[in-house]
């Protein structure tokens, strides 16, 4: 599709053996979500050629970027976060107009991303390898990492720059070469990450980037040659991936969606624990697999904390990202904003009540929708079925027992919170909290790069971890081990 607004958008191309050509597939465009009708890419989407030449071309080069070695690996990834460190504000610019999100928020992630590659390349340092003692006195065993070879990396548009950034990192990192399929609403920012890490001196066809739809990932991750795949994106997505990859022994690193709840005790300051909600509410317009969907208050904490929530959705200022003065920006497309639409009807139609929503008008035009409160019963759609926008439920418990067993009924288990200075409640939420990240007294969203990042139950697929230095080097490698003699075997005396 294309229209007069398209003549000043970005033209695409797709990058495969160190070349940027163009797709044989169909026209294809991002647009602002702020300004729909504004195209900020075209492209065409990359046809069965393009995609086996990306793959052809990983292979060729995969085995040259191994033997590079890693410390001068490490060195090219160094680079990588100085170059985009450098072009760091066009990029947080782009983002905002290609995602949505606000200006600051585009920032942050840029240089969330810069610090994941000098985590990465410092990794290149690290030991690489253990050692064990052996039975035989002129031996030692250690164990050698492996790259897997070519990887397949899927990824969605909620963090456009960052979650790509933890995947690619390592993955180069550790020897392998790539190819890409970014998500369809947000191409330019994945082909700035592209042209950041050729210019840092990725050696051609270490990294291909392919643009088009999910079925071209479909593609991608039924190739033979793929010998891992790491995706982030929705359940529905991953379980198709799952099916395709798990039966041809292909290592696979999945991050799925959440359902995440923050239980608040009564101990607790509620205008300060609103003030971290609201945020964990509405951050990245909720379109974080993080978000707080669920607050659970026990007993009082229910009647102090709700006006105080409810306050501070009414004074949300939802715009443009561009604008300074937006806290909250617009949801990715118009198919979103109807979903999210859609599910606060449905969850009022359930016996839901909004207690609280932004005051002010929405802009006209563009994906925007009312920061929502609602309060409601565990039994809600909304507080089952994931919802990507900045809505959340409140629910009361009658305590701590309660509180854990609601925020628990969920297929989920991606983060949970809990907000209480009492020791032994929080011992007990550690213990029972069926949660792969855990966050005291701070927001449901947020982690550190090199602590290990996942989930449980249906946020994840058993598998080591993204960020964290053990676990990416686990999944993108596999591990040898070899028995070394120091001295040559004695021929056989008769
Ligand atoms: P999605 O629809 O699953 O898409 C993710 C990626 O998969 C996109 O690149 C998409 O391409 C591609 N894709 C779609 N169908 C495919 C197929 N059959 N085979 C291979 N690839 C395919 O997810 P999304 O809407 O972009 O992202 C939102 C979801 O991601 C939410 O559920 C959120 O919770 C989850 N998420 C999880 C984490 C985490 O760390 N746990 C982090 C962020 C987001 P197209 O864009 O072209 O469709």
């Known amino acids: 599709m294309t229209s007069n607004q398209d003549s000043s958008a970005i033209r695409l191309r797709h990058l495969v053996g160190g070349r940027w050509i163009d797709g044989s597939g169909t026209p294809a465009r991002s647009t602002d979500p702020a300004s729909p009708e504004e195209a900020v890419a075209t492209y065409r989407t990359a046809g069965a050629e393009q995609l086996d030449s990306a793959v052809r071309a990983a292979v060729t080069a995969q085995r040259a970027w191994r033997d590079l070695g890693l410390i ?64 035989h006195p002129d031996e030692v065993i250690r164990t050698l990492r492996r790259p897997l070879g070519v990887v397949a990396v899927i990824t969605p548009w909620n963090f456009p720059l960052q979650i790509p950034v933890w995947k690619l990192a390592p993955a180069l990192l550790w020897g392998n070469a790539v190819v890409w399929k970014p998500a369809s609403d947000t191409p330019a920012v994945a082909v700035t990450l592209a042209e950041v890490l050729c210019e840092a001196g990725v050696p051609e066809g270490v990294v ?83 978000a707080t969907r669920r607050i659970i208050a026990v007993g009082d904490a229910y009647d102090d904390l709700l006006p105080e929530l409810a306050k501070r959705f009414e004074a949300l200022r939802v715009g443009a990202g561009r604008d300074a003065d937006t ?29 609280a929503r932004s005051s002010g008008p929405l802009p006209d035009a563009g994906h925007f929708v009312h920061p929502t409160l609602l309060a409601g019963t565990p039994e809600l759609t909304i507080c089952r079925e994931e919802v990507f926008g900045p809505v959340v439920t409140a629910l009361r418990a009658a305590d701590l027992d309660e509180a854990i067993s609601i925020a628990n009924d969920t297929r989920y288990g991606l983060t ?70 120091t001295t040559a075997p004695r021929e056989a005396r008769s």
């Not at 995602?99 to 690290?126: C, D, F, I, N, Q």
């Open 72 to 135: 001068e690996r490490g060195r090219i990834l160094r680079r990588a976060a100085e170059v985009l460190a450098g072009r760091a504000e066009d990029i947080a610019v782009l983002m905002t107009r290609e995602h949505g999100k606000t200006l600051p928020e585009s920032r942050a992630e840029v240089a969330g991303s810069v610090e994941t590659l000098h985590y990465h390349a410092s990794r290149a340092r690290a030991a690489d390898g253990a050692t064990y003692p052996s039975g």
């Open 208 to 290: 291909n980037l392919v643009l088009g739809p999910g079925s071209l990932g479909a593609g991608l991750v039924a190739r033979p040659e793929i010998a891992g795949v790491t995706f982030t994106g929705s359940d529905a997505v991953g379980r198709l991936i799952r099916d395709a990859v798990v039966p041809r022994g292909a290592k696979l690193q999945m991050e799925l969606g959440g359902h995440n709840a923050a239980i608040v005790l009564p101990d607790v300051d509620p205008a300060a624990a609103a003030d971290v909600l609201v945020g964990a509410v509405v951050g990245s317009t909720g379109q974080k697999c993080t």
């Open 327 to 355: 806290q909250v920006g617009p949801v990715i497309n118009e198919r979103a904003r109807a979903e999210i639409a859609d599910a606060v009807q449905q969850a009022v139609a359930e016996g839901a009540e909004v207690v």
């Open 416 to 485: 949970a919170a809990l907000f209480t200075t009492d020791e032994r409640a929080v011992r007990r939420g550690l213990a029972d909290l069926d949660a792969g990240l855990i966050k005291v007294n701070s927001p449901n969203t947020g982690s550190e790069l090199h602590a290990p990042f996942g989930g449980l139950k249906d946020s994840t697929f058993p598998a080591p971890r993204e960020q964290n230095g053990d676990s990416s080097a686990e999944f993108f490698t596999w591990t040898k081990t070899a028995y070394l003699r």
